[in-house]
């Protein structure tokens, strides 16, 4: 058992929370129990997310996308109120990290991309940040536009989808989890061959062929799986709490 004020305040000092200008709170939305028995990590703050939370007995729901983004209408009715309302009803806590968990170097979602390709020697996409949303790391060997997706499609389990570039061959990668697709631009500033990202858009297709940088989409789930799971089990370490993921595979 933990305190919820002992976890959050621990997970904003590791993810340095206060130094990201982000598009929804990050760290407690809404608040649950006092005390931390279980946590239920999930990519999203869906229903289904909500459901599984309460069956299991959690206290703590972690999640990369939580509620509250900028633009959003204030009411909270509809399917965000039921989902809040669910929440709230069974005291259930729910936390979420967005871009302090995609920069971050050991738990964050372009970190265990990085780890699960292979990709050595990471460089920042964007020099000029101080923490890094995006990266750069290169393959060991380079590989063919084909190879690449294929190999893409075989470690992060997701059919992707490849717009082509008139490039040969495949060795520095730019790349940024989610719907990253508009930094395919920085992606070519720095010379890159390639740019990975979850989710594409209709312009990406004349983008990558005329900035001459090779885009392949992977899933905005599928490259965002892994935050949630390592900041979960580190919170687990460091609290000695039980903690478990939730998986509904969202094709987009």
């Given at each position: 058992m933990a305190q919820l004020k002992d976890i959050i305040h621990w997970c904003d000092q590791t993810l340095s929370t206060h130094e990201f200008k982000d598009y929804a709170p990050n760290g407690l939305q809404i608040e649950g129990k006092p005390e931390v028995h279980k946590i239920l990590c999930a990519v999203t703050a869906s229903q289904d997310a909500i459901d599984a939370a309460i069956a299991q007995n959690a206290d703590l729901l972690l999640v990369h996308h939580g509620y509250f983004w900028k633009g959003e209408a204030y009411p909270i009715t509809g399917m965000r109120g039921k989902r809040i309302k669910s929440l709230i009803q069974h005291d259930i806590s729910l936390v979420g990290y967005h871009l302090p968990l995609d920069s971050h170097p050991s738990l964050g979602n372009n970190a265990a991309i990085a780890e699960l390709l292979q990709l050595e020697n990471l460089q920042a996409l964007d020099p000029s940040e101080r923490h890094p949303i995006g990266n750069i790391g290169f393959l060991q060997q380079a590989m063919s536009a084909t190879e690449f997706r294929d190999y893409l499609t075989a470690r992060l389990g997701f059919n992707t989808i490849h717009?082509?570039?008139?490039?040969?061959?495949?060795?520095?990668?730019?790349?940024?989890?989610?719907?990253?697709?508009?930094?395919?631009?920085?992606?070519?500033?720095?010379?890159?061959?390639?740019?990975?990202?979850?989710?594409?858009?209709?312009?990406?297709?004349?983008?990558?062929?005329?900035?001459?940088?090779?885009?392949?989409?992977?899933?905005?789930?599928?490259?965002?799986?892994?935050g949630v799971q390592r900041l979960a089990k580190a919170i687990s370490e460091q609290f000695n709490i039980e903690y478990s993921y939730f998986e509904l595979n969202n094709p987009i």
């Open positions: 717009l082509p570039a008139e490039k040969n061959h495949i060795q520095k990668v730019g790349f940024c989890t989610g719907a990253a697709q508009d930094f395919i631009s920085k992606a070519a500033e720095q010379g890159c061959d390639a740019f990975i990202s979850g989710e594409v858009s209709e312009r990406t297709f004349y983008e990558a062929k005329e900035l001459g940088v090779h885009y392949y989409a992977c899933g905005h789930h599928a490259t965002e799986r892994y």
